[in-house]
């Protein structure tokens, strides 16, 4: 069986181009780590308007998910106006 695929989806404030400049390295990075782990398979914000952004995870558990939004400095400085996790069930393409 595979590992489980989960979804996370990101609304953003308004202007979070702007606003977003001096957690983006941190933000960044975190995602890079997640990616070099095999846990993050894709990431990036939606374009125009940017206004929020999704990141696909391959993750045995949820909390793993949950974990990196508990640290993730765009939520943490409140770039992020809400955020949820939905699991993915792949049915065409890789998986």
């Given at each position: 069986?595979?590992?489980?695929?989960?979804?996370?989806?990101?609304?953003?404030?308004?202007?979070?181009?702007?606003?977003?400049?001096?957690?983006?390295?941190?933000?960044?990075?975190?995602?890079?780590?997640?990616?070099?782990?095999?846990?993050?398979?894709?990431?990036?914000?939606?374009?125009?308007?940017?206004?929020?952004?999704?990141?696909?995870?391959t993750?045995?558990?949820?909390?793993?998910?949950?974990?990196?939004?508990?640290?993730?400095?765009?939520?943490?400085?409140?770039?992020?106006?809400?955020?949820?996790?939905?699991?993915?069930?792949?049915?065409?393409?890789?998986?």
């Open positions: 069986m595979p590992t489980p695929r989960f979804i996370l989806l990101y609304d953003y404030v308004e202007d979070v181009v702007e606003k977003r400049a001096p957690f983006r390295r941190d933000h960044l990075a975190l995602a890079n780590e997640y990616l070099a782990r095999g846990e993050l398979e894709m990431a990036g914000a939606f374009a125009d308007p940017v206004d929020g952004a999704a990141f696909v995870f993750v045995e558990d949820r909390k793993q998910v949950e974990s990196f939004v508990a640290a993730d400095p765009y939520v943490v400085h409140g770039l992020v106006t809400s955020w949820y996790i939905k699991e993915w069930s792949v049915v065409v393409g890789s998986h």
